[in-house]
């Protein structure tokens, strides 16, 4: 039986992706980390001799910490945390388990850089409906929990993304935008490496609402009209982007443990 400080692979799995995702510390030591460059999905590096440094910041928080094995370094790491009032588990088996369980790992190569609030920073066109929406929950949920997301005039992208130091996304002639019929969710979930079932099922009904082809999943002509409601009912797009995060984490579970289930009207009932 695991230690009741221990978390597995796929209970951690269940979470991914998730409002309760718990704050993921890559802490394995450089040496390791070179030799195989990928963090668990929204992982934040952190050296185990600093964890306490960040015990402040972690208060009310759930932490996962894991190192290559799940040994020496993130036990006693949890521990240190634990010690210092937050709730720590240790990821059982830590980066091998879940690298051998065939989970998503994020490329180091294509994390954005960080700025001095430690946060990545989007930059994209205002007025989001679909794909604007989208890929800030993608982000969020999977690359950078504390991700900024700065809506601008579209002719005032590429300029604001190069001085905040920022990466700009669905817009044209950038990395992160549409290729041929894909559409920029599609672009980051291949990217990023995060073909899974649940999240390539959601990126045919984003494709389909977002470049008007409604053929292609049921659900893309419902996306749609919650989208463009959504936009009449916020100015604000920052707003917009909170309200829009309960639609897709709402979709991704439909995706994940859904979307077999159906419903009808009037209940069966058995005298």
Known sequence: MAPPTHISVNQLNRLIGTPNTPLLLDVRIDEDFALDPQRLPTAIRCAFTDVAKLAPELQHKNVVVYCQKGLKISEGAAAVLRSNGVRAEVLSGG????????FPLIAE????PRNA?????????HRPKIDRIAC??????????????LYVSPSAVAAVAEKFNGVAYDVEDVFWSHRGEECTFDTMIKEFGLTTEPLNRLAKIVRGSDTNRHDLTSESAGLLAVSLGLSRMYSDDLEQLDA????YDALYRWCRDASDEGHDWPTTTKS
């Open 95 to 102: 980066h091998f388990a879940w690298r051998d369980a065939g």
């Open 109 to 112: 190569k294509l994390m954005p």
């Open 117 to 125: 609030e430690k946060q990545s920073v989007w930059v994209t066109r």
């Open 136 to 149: 800030p929950w993608l982000i969020r949920r999977f690359i950078d929990t504390n991700a900024q997301f």
């Open 244 to 247: 829009g995060m309960l639609i």
